[in-house]
């Protein structure tokens, strides 16, 4: 019977060790499935785009399988789990970038500081709320040389309701410090509103120009600045929105608290319209600017703003391609966190670079006056 017993035990320990390394499999293929997010079209596969999304918890599940069979001295398992992870190195480290700041001595002296923020139309204030906003307290601080904004919301320079939301000269007036400003408007008219894309520069803007984008209110401006006695090429974003309502959002927190199945179809019925659609429209957006990118003749190129999508995505790759530089990938730490509100936390903001320039000190402000974070970094030209 002891020997019966024994033997039951085992085959038991197997069944369970077998099982739990099948289940690590899939985990492993999933892993798998979503970094090809960089690659499939979304409008051919639009379920590999939503495992990219879901990059971070995916490569977490896989990390757990490896501490798990590292502590049951599973040896040949934790090794196939580590070959795995370490295969993922790119997506990872892009996802995770591991660099600690530069010294201020050892940056270029003749260096610029990029800012990019999506400023939510500064959450629509009005009146005294509007003048003594947060946000603008923060541009007149922040020391940046180029300044990009998106949905940025002004009433017109001849507006004098000062119970109304601020004026695009009275944005102007605290933004003393940036002679250069352009506003690109996107949508269509919103009544005695000017709403788009916006760029504040201390050095000249020479074109300004709106991309071909289709979309009822998002978009992309191209400028051409002279920065040194050199031309650069800026590109400031605000790719097509989810448009995930805060109704949406309250779904999702709840399938995920409750875990009720009959909530599945609906989810999945919620999601297909929201990010499908948007994951589309937003393959075509990359691939129109990726396009004009490479036909400029500038002596550099950079490219910001809120791309609504993560690094593990079709448009951040397509974007990015082979001769731009993600400069929070390059110069981060952590996952940096652009996108914060009601528990949806991504890293969907980028100031990306060409190899003419260093980058330096890429940082997210963890300031709350909106529902994005500001990024920032510093740019060196480098030397000929």
Known sequence: ???????????????IKYTVFATNLIAIIILILSTLAW????????FIAYLGLGFPIILFINILYLILWVITFRWKYALVQLIAICAFWQPILTCYPIHFKTKEKDIPQKHIKVLTYNVRAFNWAKGEAARNNPILEYLVNSNADIICLQEFAVSPSNSKNKKSIISEAEIKQKLKDYPYSRIIKLGSSRGNLIYGLACFSKFPIEKAESLPLESSYNGSAMYELKINKRKVTLVNNHLESNRITSEDKKLYKEFFKTR????????AMNVQTRLGAAYKIRETQAKIIRSIIDKQETDATIVCGDFNDSPISYAYYTIKGDNLVDSYANTGFG??????ENKFWFRIDFIMHSMAFQSYNCTVDKIKYSDHYPVWTYLAFKEK
């Open 1 to 15: 019977m002891r020997v019966k017993n024994k033997l039951s035990k085992i085959r038991v320990g197997r069944f």
């Open 39 to 46: 690659y499939v079209v979304p409008s051919r596969v639009t």
């Open 260 to 267: 009720d199945r009959e909530m599945i179809g609906e989810v």
């Open 335 to 340: 996952q940096g966190i652009t996108y914060h």
